[in-house]
């Protein structure tokens, strides 16, 4: 707005460069030469105000939420960004589940992930480390079998990865066809910590086995194969959680030990649902040697992949990817694409599991070589994707049902003034005109009265333009 009383007061404060309200005898001006950062600051209010006729609190109220939505999205990124670091308890060194974590540690180095390893005496030492709440570990190999007396409820399954087959090595010249022949002999049932202890107490007491006079031994693979070896022991309870690979070779390549032969398995495994029969073909470990020397029938749980409930979706679709190109391959005890598998047995499979065996990889994880560029991403999705898709169409529903509210109220008055102005052609006494005048004072009053935004400015004088035009007919004498 410029008027003449304003030019000359703006010359006059130009110098001073202060914010001051100026009226002159014409016109109003705010002039706000100095504050760039506060109209900037205040845009949105001033937009959603002017725009939707608010008041200055509600449009600093609405305006607020909106900013305070968008940086809740943005914490919420912020927050739920998977650690670089996750810490595994796997198995013995040498062992079958120490093998696993070294890959795993190889794999998820290339995607930027850090696992630290932590060897355990075997699967029950691993689940006891997640059940506990300081213990620092958030993933690990147990197999089944082992839940009995535990809390599971923080702990989920990725699925299992493999199987875990029981050995059984024995000194004897004749085979031994029913665990119930080892009464009265010195077995070697593994470490306490170990999944092996477990199984082989389990079996053992099915079989009538509880102690004397069977001397039930308490020692590590390697202790237990050197006393089968010089017969301090005369059989040994071996599974790969806890057993180095090299020493489950000797056993096998040696002449003088048997393996056995679960002639028993399809009892065992519908006895204990945890158990599969696991079949060896006759010269599968070493073709040239032809070991073992005959099929070969063991059983044994699977190994599952168990985690802590609040594991990173993220990262739980990492490890997948990763166990899928560790356990993926064919092996002697089962074939190609097996594993790992969503075969659910004590623990719960996971949400993010499930969804992974269902559809795989997400988009974003498939089409980005990046870990952290696809999480990035992803989060992103996550947590804006639902806010447009709330506040696009709302941006575009309320200002056509705010402008609809608005013309409503134009409509009221101009229904009203279009009747008065029929009633005043019909009228012609003086009388009836001055009732008429004061019908139309009501109807200014009501329209001086509508706040309305300012892009509605054009229809609001429009109308009290209408409102003069109508006094004016009042007003002049009949014909």
């Given at each position: 707005m410029?008027?003449?009383?304003s030019?000359?007061?703006?010359?006059k404060?130009?110098?001073?460069?202060?914010n001051?309200?100026?009226?002159?005898?014409?016109?109003?001006?705010?002039?706000?030469?100095d504050?760039?950062k506060?109209?900037?600051?205040?845009?949105?209010?001033?937009?959603?105000?002017?725009?939707?006729?608010?008041?200055t609190?509600?449009?600093s109220?609405?305006a607020l939420?909106i900013?305070?939505?968008?940086?809740?999205?943005?914490v919420?990124?912020?927050?739920?960004?998977?650690?670089?670091?996750?810490?595994?308890?796997?198995g013995?060194?040498?062992?079958?589940?120490q093998r696993?974590?070294?890959?795993?540690q190889?794999?998820l180095?290339?995607?930027?992930?850090?696992?630290?390893?932590?060897?355990?005496?075997?699967?029950?030492?691993?689940?006891?480390?997640?059940?506990?709440?300081?213990?620092?570990i958030?993933?690990?190999?147990?197999q089944?079998?082992?839940?009995e007396?535990?809390?599971?409820?923080g702990?989920?399954?990725?699925?299992?990865?493999?199987?875990?087959?029981?050995?059984?090595?024995?000194?004897?010249?004749?085979?031994?066809?029913?665990?119930?022949?080892?009464?009265?002999?010195?077995?070697?049932?593994g470490?306490?910590?170990?999944?092996?202890?477990?199984?082989?107490?389990t079996?053992?007491?099915a079989?009538g086995?509880?102690g004397?006079?069977?001397?039930?031994l308490?020692l590590?693979?390697?202790?237990?194969?050197?006393?089968?070896?010089?017969?301090?022991?005369?059989?040994?309870?071996?599974?790969?959680?806890?057993a180095?690979?090299?020493t489950?070779?000797?056993?096998?390549?040696s002449p003088?030990l048997?393996?056995?032969?679960?002639?028993q398995?399809?009892?065992?495994?519908?006895?204990?649902?945890?158990?599969n029969?696991?079949?060896?073909?006759?010269?599968s470990?070493?073709?040239?040697?032809?070991?073992p020397a005959h099929?070969?029938?063991?059983?044994?749980?699977?190994?599952?992949?168990?985690?802590?409930?609040?594991l990173n979706?993220?990262?739980?679709?990492?490890?997948?990817?990763?166990?899928?190109?560790?356990?993926g391959?064919?092996?002697?005890?089962?074939?190609?694409?097996?594993?790992?598998?969503?075969l659910?047995?004590?623990f719960?499979?996971?949400?993010?599991?499930l969804?992974y065996?269902k559809?795989?990889?997400?988009?974003?994880?498939?089409a980005?070589?990046?870990?952290?560029?696809?999480?990035?991403?992803?989060?992103m999705?996550?947590?804006?994707?639902?806010?447009?898709?709330v506040l696009?169409?709302?941006?575009?529903?309320?200002?056509?049902?705010?402008?609809?509210?608005?013309?409503?109220?134009f409509?009221?008055?101009?229904?009203?003034?279009?009747?008065?102005?029929?009633?005043?052609?019909?009228?012609?006494?003086?009388?009836?005109?001055?009732?008429?005048?004061?019908?139309l004072?009501?109807?200014?009053?009501?329209?001086?009265?509508?706040?309305?935004p300012?892009?509605?400015?054009?229809?609001?004088?429009?109308?009290?333009?209408?409102?003069?035009?109508?006094?004016?007919?009042?007003k002049?004498?009949?014909?």
């Amino acid at each position: 707005m410029r008027c003449p009383a304003s030019e000359r007061t703006r010359q006059k404060i130009g110098a001073g460069r202060t914010n001051r309200l100026i009226v002159g005898p014409v016109c109003r001006v705010w002039f706000a030469m100095d504050s760039p950062k506060v109209a900037r600051r205040h845009r949105m209010v001033a937009a959603l105000s002017e725009t939707f006729g608010l008041s200055t609190a509600i449009a600093s109220v609405v305006a607020l939420f909106i900013v305070a939505v968008c940086l809740l999205a943005v914490v919420w990124v912020v927050r739920s960004a998977p650690p670089r670091t996750l810490t595994l308890s796997s198995g013995r060194p040498g062992s079958t589940f120490q093998r696993y974590a070294e890959s795993y540690q190889k794999i998820l180095a290339t995607h930027g992930v850090t696992l630290q390893v932590v060897p355990s005496e075997g699967s029950k030492e691993n689940l006891q480390r997640l059940e506990a709440a300081g213990s620092g570990i958030d993933i690990g190999f147990v197999q089944g079998g082992l839940t009995e007396g535990v809390n599971l409820d923080g702990l989920v399954s990725l699925g299992s990865v493999s199987y875990q087959p029981l050995w059984i090595f024995y000194r004897s010249s004749t085979p031994i066809n029913r665990l119930s022949e080892l009464e009265g002999k010195r077995i070697a049932i593994g470490d306490q910590g170990s999944g092996t202890h477990v199984l082989a107490l389990t079996l053992l007491k099915a079989n009538g086995i509880t102690g004397a006079p069977t001397a039930l031994l308490d020692l590590d693979a390697e202790e237990a194969a050197k006393g089968l070896a010089d017969g301090t022991v005369d059989a040994l309870f071996l599974m790969g959680d806890s057993a180095p690979t090299q020493t489950l070779r000797a056993l096998v390549r040696s002449p003088e030990l048997q393996a056995y032969n679960f002639a028993q398995a399809d009892a065992y495994v519908r006895r204990y649902a945890y158990l599969n029969r696991i079949e060896l073909p006759e010269g599968s470990m070493d073709l040239g040697k032809n070991l073992p020397a005959h099929d070969l029938v063991l059983v044994g749980p699977t190994v599952e992949l168990v985690a802590r409930a609040g594991l990173n979706s993220a990262l739980s679709d990492l490890l997948l990817g990763v166990a899928q190109e560790v356990h993926g391959k064919s092996g002697i005890f089962h074939k190609r694409g097996e594993f790992p598998a969503p075969l659910e047995h004590e623990f719960k499979l996971s949400d993010d599991a499930l969804r992974y065996y269902k559809s795989g990889k997400s988009f974003l994880y498939r089409a980005i070589d990046s870990f952290w560029l696809a999480s990035l991403l992803n989060r992103m999705l996550v947590a804006f994707l639902p806010v447009v898709l709330v506040l696009v169409p709302a941006i575009r529903f309320f200002p056509s049902a705010y402008k609809w509210g608005i013309q409503l109220r134009f409509y009221r008055c101009y229904r009203r003034l279009l009747c008065l102005e029929q009633d005043a052609v019909v009228s012609r006494s003086n009388e009836q005109r001055q009732v008429l005048l004061g019908q139309l004072d009501e109807i200014e009053k009501v329209v001086n009265r509508l706040k309305v935004p300012a892009s509605f400015g054009d229809r609001f004088y429009g109308l009290q333009g209408h409102i003069m035009f109508v006094r004016e007919r009042l007003k002049a004498p009949p014909h």
